[in-house]
């Protein structure tokens, strides 16, 4: 009996693996949550949840006594946290942890060594391609230790319940995504039902060396690939303009410079120290007009987040590209394709679901928990435009 306890089993990964490894009657699983908001599919399945603070290695203990595997799919922790976990693995002689870390550790524009798992690192652009790295190198001290480890390296993740996938639509709706070269660059991409047979692989696989291996579902995808499958969701939008290189290379040279302008501008204003000042200093009232009137230089996804804050903005000028979704445009620079020979040595992996089958089966499924095309998709639609502008992460 392999005994499995899994971390951030609420996910839409964590999930997935549950229920695969439900099937199976070599397993017992242990679903580890932090939090009971999201456990709504595993409480489905009548399994017993197990509320953990990883924070607390006393509790952490408590989860994975008696289990032989861990599967850490929870999002990126602060160094502290990880190490608990790794510590308690450690002491309590797991077999194996498989972890998951993520290709945004490659930067935005990798280059084409990047390929490879084993190709040279730059310094990550994302909070969260940042966390993941930290948490890789941890986890190869502890790998130095003796812990078994298994670092599984995917893409996007796609399939049902993905929201990767329901922000792309919003964007064609909304007409905020744009293509480089027409859409002809490569996109990465794993079926959450590939990257958790992957997950299982790695469980039992004799040779893992704790290092990154990227798990992606092999086929060569471009993006105007996965645009042609998402219009049909797009509620009859218009398809998504083409972008000149430079002039997304503009865009997202823009948007890293603003954001830490923003950073900047938004913690002048919004102090009250200031705005105390203001009252007394006449200096300092006239720099605070004057920040306030030069935010129209922002880009707009700055000037919108800006205006959030309650700060009152200048108009700016009209820009056709100013709505652009420069995540979307960075993913498409970064034009390179993560190879999976590591993982099909080591782990024996082959994806399981076809790019087309899992289009399809995303397809069915969204129809069915948005009431897309029903008579009432004019009230289902604006219910989740303001559900997932309030959930979704940016990726």
């Not at 197990?50 to 008696?66: E, H, K, R, S």
């Not at 060594?113 to 652009?125: N, V």
């Not at 329901?166 to 990465?188: F, K, V």
């Not at 652009?324 to 099909?344: G, M, P, S, Y």
Request: glycine content about 6%.
């Amino acid at each position: 009996m392999i005994r499995v306890a899994v971390f951030g089993a609420s996910s839409l990964v964590g999930l997935t693996v549950i229920e695969r490894l439900l099937k199976k009657p070599e397993y017992e699983i242990r679903p580890v949550i932090h939090s009971p908001g999201n456990a709504w599919g595993l409480i489905r399945q009548g399994l017993p949840l197990m509320q953990a603070d990883m924070a607390d290695p006393t509790q952490l203990a408590q989860a994975i006594d008696g289990y032989t595997h861990v599967i850490n799919c929870a999002l990126p922790q602060p160094t502290k946290l990880i190490r608990n976990l790794l510590d308690v693995c450690l002491h309590q002689k797991v077999d194996r942890v498989v972890n998951l870390s993520c290709v945004a550790v490659y930067g935005i524009e990798p280059g084409a060594e990047c390929a490879h798992e084993d190709a040279p690192l730059k310094s990550p652009r994302t909070s969260y391609g940042t966390d993941k790295l930290k948490q890789d190198r941890i986890l190869e001290k502890y790998v130095s230790k003796g812990l078994s480890c298994a670092n599984l390296c995917p893409p996007a993740i796609i399939g049902c319940r993905s929201d990767y996938l329901t922000e792309i639509i919003q964007h064609l709706r909304n007409g905020t995504l744009a293509l480089i070269d027409e859409g002809n660059r490569p996109i990465n991409l794993v079926h959450v039902t590939n990257l958790a047979a992957a997950i299982e692989l790695a469980l039992c696989a004799q040779s893992v060396d704790g290092k990154r291996t990227f798990i992606t579902d092999a086929e060569p995808t471009k993006w105007a690939d996965l645009v042609r499958e998402l219009m049909p969701l797009a509620d009859g939008a218009d398809p998504p303009r083409s972008i000149p290189e430079e002039l997304a290379r503009g865009l997202c040279a823009k948007r890293e410079t603003s954001v830490s302008l923003k950073k900047i501008v938004q913690s002048i204003i919004a102090n009250p120290e200031i705005k105390a000042q203001m009252k007394k200093n006449p200096g300092i009232r006239f720099i605070h007009r004057t920040l306030k009137s030069g935010q129209q230089l922002l880009p707009g996804r700055i000037l919108d987040s800006l205006k959030g804050s309650g700060i009152s903005m200048a108009k700016s000028n009209d820009n056709p590209w100013r709505t652009a979704n420069t995540c979307f445009i960075e993913q498409q620079l970064q034009n390179v394709r993560h190879l999976t020979d590591k993982a099909e040595k080591q782990l024996n992996y082959q994806p399981e679901t076809g790019f087309a089958e899992g289009m399809d089966l995303f397809r069915q499924w969204y129809r069915n928990y948005t009431g897309y095309g029903d008579e009432y998709w004019a009230l289902h639609r604006e219910l989740h435009r303001t559900m997932t502008s309030r959930n979704l992460v940016t990726h």
